[in-house]
RNA sequence: GCGAUCGUAGCUCAGUUGGUUAGAGCGCCGGUUUGUGGUACCGGAGGUCGCGGGUUCGAACCCCGUCGAUCGCCCCA
């Protein structure tokens, strides 16, 4: 412990099934967003600091503490992204992106938030994201939504529920903050110590409080429906019935609001049931997706009013709930004698560019390396000797036969496509000779 | 930023009210046995008990600090 460097707090090294895990969340939104025909992005980890505190908002937490910023070597102040909206949204205005119009991007990698460590949320963490840009249609909404609904199915994850909400237009939103204000100053002194902060820094997240010193002012508080514009309602009930005509499964949520400055209308996250097993699983921080529309955005940036909507998703928490089958070994090489080991390895070649999983070890053969690939989980180990002038008798052997698929069939095939091959099947080997 | 719990072999942990050379299982290495090479047994290596300081004749154990982990608050994915 004295000596050997320690990661970064927060950090972590991902390994064994939770990285494997973690690779099936990736694979699955990869695959799934090409099905949506979302086209990928790449841009910087770091940005000029102010990409990020024009666009999030200078008084969220986010921007006002949690922020990896430092000066570069010109004295510039850049910043390790916190979220990957802000830098799509930089980098659609400095490349042009408005002539693809609208644009339906994905993204994943990490991100990095100075924050106390706990379950589900750690310092450098890593996300899935999807953005659509430069439609204002509700349609849009439904795409994305539509989208983030089939990768977590995909994905095995159970008892976790679509919760939707509406923020209105900007008048809209804030007239209704305005009248949230109203409502909570009245009560100030009656209001949690956190919430009493809220009400100047943050006064819709009075609303999601776990306070139940605040829960009765909530519950009387007024509705953002109240001061919807038709312009608005009309656009949440498009949204709602694109939704239903999906087959998205939501619920709405009238004090779900997002904590990000830009967000307009349509805001959402996907959170585990109340109770559900994946509830249990990710204990207190819930939020496995969210976004919502992010109308304003843009013009923070200096660009031209853009429409757009877009969500992120948690990839260690996404992996969390999910069990990715295994992928085992299909055929391990144990060759006895030294000088087998190069015939195996131009086979192990021909096997594997045929699509069948080989492996065998590097060092010397040893007897217990045939124990080893059992409980490794292989399913069938290869015993390899030459009988006569051919170029090698290997032989299956099964190891966890009852679960494996079948392989001898393709690797016959294989095989006879590079050699001369006998079958034996009574004694499952096959004599392999050179053309 | 605030609070709680916890740091003993590579891993999971034990260690009795403070008392000699700190233990187990798994894993690793070696050997014997077994044999359609999948078993069983024997042995071995490996720890300045997170780090620093204090109390004591004596600290893994008590006290303080520090670093880290875990969980919760805040906030968020």
């Known amino acids: 412990m004295s000596k050997t460097p320690q990661a970064i707090r927060g950090t972590q090294d991902i390994f064994g099934p939770d990285a494997e895990a973690f690779a099936f969340v990736v694979e699955t939104f990869e695959r799934v967003r090409k099905l949506y025909r979302f086209r ?74 100075y924050e106390r460590p706990q379950k589900g949320r750690y310092r450098q963490f890593h996300q899935i994201d999807a953005e659509i840009i430069g439609a204002a249609e509700p349609q849009a909404d439904v795409e994305l939504l539509a989208m983030a609904d089939q990768i977590i199915r995909e994905l095995g994850i159970d008892g976790v529920t679509l919760h939707l909400n509406t923020l209105g237009d900007g008048d809209s939103r804030e007239a209704w903050r305005a009248a949230l204000v109203e409502h909570f100053r009245a009560v100030k002194d009656e209001l949690s110590e956190d919430s009493q902060e809220r009400l100047e820094k943050n006064p819709l997240r009075i609303l999601d409080s776990k306070d139940r010193r605040d829960m009765a002012f909530v519950a009387d508080a007024p509705k953002i429906d109240d001061f919807l514009t038709d312009e608005a309602r009309g656009f949440f009930d498009a949204v709602t019935s694109g939704l239903d005509a999906a087959g998205v499964k939501w619920t709405r949520a009238e004090s ?25 699983k990710l204990g207190s921080q819930s939020t496995i997706l969210g976004g919502g529309r992010y109308d304003g955005l843009m013009e923070g940036l200096g660009g031209a009013p853009t429409p757009a909507v877009g969500w992120a998703a948690g990839i260690e928490r996404l992996a969390m709930l999910v069990e990715p089958a295994i992928e085992q070994t299909e055929l391990v090489f144990l060759p006895d004698e030294e ?5 195996c390895v131009q086979l192990i070649r021909v096997l594997r560019e045929s699509g069948i999983s080989c492996d065998m070890a590097f060092r010397k053969p040893s007897r217990k390396d045939y124990d080893k690939a059992k409980k490794a989980g292989s399913y069938r180990a290869i015993a390899v000797g030459k009988i006569a002038d051919e170029f090698l008798t290997i032989r299956i052997r099964d190891l966890n036969i009852d679960s494996a698929p079948k392989v001898r069939g393709r690797l016959r095939e294989a095989l006879e496509a590079r050699f001369h091959v006998v079958e034996n099947k009574a004694t499952r080997e096959f004599r392999i000779f050179n053309r």
């Open 40 to 113: 990928r992005v790449e841009m910087p980890v770091f940005e000029k600091t102010e990409v990020f505190a024009r666009s999030i908002g200078e008084t969220t937490d986010i921007v006002s503490k949690e922020m990896y910023s430092f000066e570069d070597r010109g004295g510039e102040s850049l910043t390790l992204r916190p979220e990957f909206t802000a830098g799509i949204a930089r980098a659609y205005l400095s490349n042009g992106w408005q002539q693809h119009a609208p644009v339906k991007l994905a993204t994943h990698g990490p991100l990095f938030r």
């Open 256 to 280: 779900l609001v997002r904590g990000l400055d830009y967000y307009r209308h349509t805001a959402f996250e996907f959170i585990p049931d109340e109770g559900s097993e994946a509830a249990g």
């Open 339 to 343: 000088s087998d080991k190069l015939p």
